[in-house]
T-cell receptor, first 111, second 111 residues
Framework: KAGVTQTPRYLIKTRGQQVTLSCSPI?????VSWYQQTPGQGLQFLFE???????NKGNFPGRFSGRQFSNSRSEMNVSTLELGDSALYLC??????????FGSGTRLTVV | EDQVTQSPEALRLQEGESSSLNCSYT??????LFWYRQDPGKGPEFLFT?????EEKEKERLKATLTKKESFLHITAPKPEDSATYLC????????????WGAGTKLIIKP
């Protein structure tokens, strides 16, 4: 079966711009979580969506937001990009919160 | 403070040289401990979930064990293709199912 699909794979943006990343979970998975991964900070939890509702949120500023659609696909948005937002953004889907399948990630570079 | 600590940070082994990676945690009410493998530029790949002390799981050359305060990932007769960063993460009763991640152990297997 198809895995978790994240698009785009790579993105270069300028400071101050905004960006939208997309995640299509495994069919049947209703939970989608987003993470930011940087060499210095490791994996940092952004938020989790379940059935179109945000049910958990990490400690990130309000510039980071997300949403989930009725087909479980999710998007995350980062507004007013900063250099420090350069990272690998990972999406993970799960059925029952006891096993998370990750996508390959979107590599965002802010210049 | 809830913490997950992995050691060592990096480990270099010769092909065939068995060893163990450690994941220690200071959380109350463990709900589950997860091991993942991550290759450069890719998303983490799920390996195991452990739920209670004394539990063990195996997959090919990998065996994961769990005690009340730590987990070990034993690698038997590793091959170069086992080179990756190994991550552990925990769910606990007060985390609202938010995973707490360790920083990872970078494993290099030399032929």
């Amino acid at each position: 079966k198809a895995g978790v699909t994240q698009t785009p794979r790579y993105l270069i943006k300028t400071r101050g711009q905004q960006v939208t990343l997309s995640c299509s979970p495994i069919s049947g998975h209703r939970s989608v979580s987003w993470y930011q991964q940087t060499p210095g900070q490791g994996l940092q939890f952004l938020f989790e969506y379940f059935s179109e509702t945000q049910r958990n949120k990490g400690n990130f500023p309000g510039r980071f937001s997300g949403r989930q659609f009725s087909n479980s696909r999710s998007e995350m948005n980062v507004s007013t990009l900063e250099l420090g937002d350069s990272a690998l953004y990972l999406c993970a889907s799960s059925l029952e919160r006891d096993g998370y399948t990750f996508g390959s990630g979107t590599r965002l570079t802010v210049v | 403070e809830d913490q997950v600590t992995q050691s060592p940070e990096a480990l270099r082994l010769q092909e065939g040289e068995s060893s163990s990676l450690n994941c220690s945690y200071t959380v109350s009410g463990l709900r589950g401990l997860f091991w993942y493998r991550q290759d450069p530029g890719k998303g983490p790949e799920f390996l195991f979930t452990l739920y209670s002390a004394g539990e063990e799981k195996e997959k090919e050359r990998l065996k994961a064990t769990l005690t009340k305060k730590e987990s070990f990932l034993h690698i038997t007769a590793p091959k170069p293709e086992d080179s990756a960063t190994y991550l552990c993460a925990v769910h606990h009763m007060d985390s609202n199912y938010q995973l707490i991640w360790g920083a990872g152990t970078k494993l290099i297997i030399k032929p």
